[in-house]
């Protein structure tokens, strides 16, 4: 182990690139995680499996969801571009990035 | 044969708002000696101790400190809200194998005195904290809003677990919320995270609770009618809501068939459920879960008060942690309010259940009278 996969996944990210591990079998593995997986790179197109508003007193509603990517993993996540009351389990969704503290962040926007 | 062991004693302590001053282990400690003057004992016949606090890393230690017990067997398993059922099955396990005769199992929180922030270690997690999660109730929001799209389950019918429970807190004079509450309140509360409002959510209040467990064989020479337990289970599947394999089916699947396995019951066989209710969604999930209807049919199940004072199934009968107390974790005051069940209610078979984290771990107990023990 020479970098740890938080580290790598950042990398990615840095690249505008969504990261996720794969297994021996070749089934995907997300979150990333110390083991014996090879890294791959999403496509970035998804599905909205389960989806939320967080109403954090003084904010705006915030969108905050999981998605499914259409290599077979899933991840939090959340839909921007869109008011977050109007996202929908069973949209099709691409990835975003917005800005992060460190790398910047994998988000999604609804694919039209 | 695995040994039969039964609770000898039960007690709870500073449920609500606990005294000033008061810490964590002070609540826990009095707990625990208010079910072992329930059992008829003193700290020095306990030589197993089973304690988990979000306040308290080392639980056991603080509870062995204060009692002055020095164990031959000591578990702080912490796996959230479920732990003292875990704790319960540990101890059938250790007395089994004669790690320990006396069993004390407590809990204690000042989460209400000192604020829900400070009263758990916040964990990072690199893949959720950037979208900024309201943990935990963004993840049960997020597991109802896929029970909501697979099943049609309606925010009327989550409404109706928390007016359930509300209807058993009016019945209880020790309950944390006993004013009237129907549906349309619940409704037209704040939301939280959608589809959840403040309604759907548990309280947060202080409290603790300890049990007495042993043989029942010992049990049947102290002076509480021994509450058996009949089976038990405990699973986890997984630690961050982003990880859990589906939304809309829970561990307590796995937990379930074992503790009922164990005492060759089934769910009809059960007359009260104490569910942990830390969100509107989860005693739906659960009823699921431990087959007392099939999956996607738990709104239909709790509507119209079939879980109730006068329903069928009586489930959360102290309130539960949305109506009556939820120091931090309930897991224990579920425990307790079955065995109340037994002992002063008249039920043969209790079901216990717990749950832990985001949906992460589950845990069941079937506890009965010495009559279903047989």
Not at chain 2, 57 to 68: F, K
Not at chain 2, 114 to 132: C, H, K, N, T
Not at chain 2, 279 to 308: M, N, Q, S, W, Y
Request: proline share 7%.
């Amino acid at each position: 182990l020479d970098r740890s996969p938080a580290d790598v996944y950042a990398d990615h990210c840095r690249r505008r690139e969504l990261a996720y591990q794969v297994d021996a079998e070749g089934r995907p593995v997300f979150r990333p995680r110390v083991g014996p997986f090879t890294w791959a790179v999403s496509a970035g197109r998804g599905t909205v499996y389960a989806t939320t508003v967080a109403r954090r007193r003084g904010e705006e509603p915030a969108h905050v969801c999981l998605v499914d990517l259409d290599e077979g993993f899933r991840m939090m996540s959340a839909v921007v571009g869109t008011a977050p009351e109007d996202v929908r389990i069973g949209m099709r969704v691409r990835v975003a990035w917005r800005d992060g503290e460190d790398a910047p962040v994998p988000v999604f926007e609804v694919d039209a | 044969v695995t040994p039969q062991i039964a609770i000898a004693g039960a007690a709870e302590a500073q449920v609500g708002e606990a005294l000033p001053g008061l810490s964590a282990a002070d609540v826990m400690a009095q707990a625990a000696r208010a079910a072992l003057d329930d059992a008829g004992l003193t700290p020095a016949a306990v030589d197993g101790l089973f304690a988990a606090s979000t306040q308290l890393p080392w639980a056991s230690v603080n509870l062995g400190e204060d009692l002055g017990i020095t164990p031959r067997y000591t578990d702080s398993t912490q796996i959230g809200g479920s732990s003292p059922l875990a704790h319960l099955e540990h101890a059938r396990a250790a007395i089994a194998a004669g790690l320990c005769d006396v069993a004390l199992i407590a809990y204690g929180s000042t989460q209400r005195s000192v604020g829900r922030s400070s009263a758990s270690v916040q964990e990072i997690d690199p893949w959720e904290a950037p979208y900024r999660p309201m943990l935990p109730v963004a993840a049960y929001a997020l597991a109802a809003s896929r029970h909501m799209h697979e099943y049609g389950t309606t925010p009327e019918q989550l409404a109706w677990v928390a007016v359930s429970a509300r209807r058993w807190a009016r019945r209880n004079p020790r309950a944390w919320s006993r004013d009237e509450l129907t549906v349309s309140e619940v409704l037209s509360a704040p939301r939280v995270c959608d589809p959840l409002g403040v309604r759907d959510c548990c309280l947060v209040t202080d409290g603790g609770g300890a049990l007495v467990v042993t043989s029942l064989d010992r049990a049947r020479t102290l002076p509480q009618p021994p509450v058996v337990v009949l089976g038990t289970g405990e699973a986890h599947s997984h630690r961050h809501i982003s990880s859990m394999p589906d939304l809309t089916t829970t561990a307590a699947v796995q937990s379930g068939a074992r503790a009922f396995a164990q005492a060759g019951l089934t769910p009809a066989d059960v007359q009260c459920c104490q569910l942990y209710d830390a969100f509107t969604i989860t005693p739906i999930l659960f009823l699921e879960d431990l087959g007392f209807c099939a999956k996607g049919d738990g709104g239909p199940f709790v509507e119209g008060g079939r879980i109730a004072p006068g329903g069928d199934l009586p489930v959360n009968t102290n309130g539960g942690g949305l109506s009556y107390a939820h120091p931090g974790m309930y897991g224990l005051l579920l425990l307790v309010e079955a065995v109340r069940q037994i002992r002063e209610e008249g039920r043969d078979v209790v079901l216990a259940h717990g749950n832990g984290g985001v949906l992460s771990s589950q845990c069941t107990a079937l506890l009965g009278s010495e009559a279903a023990a047989g």
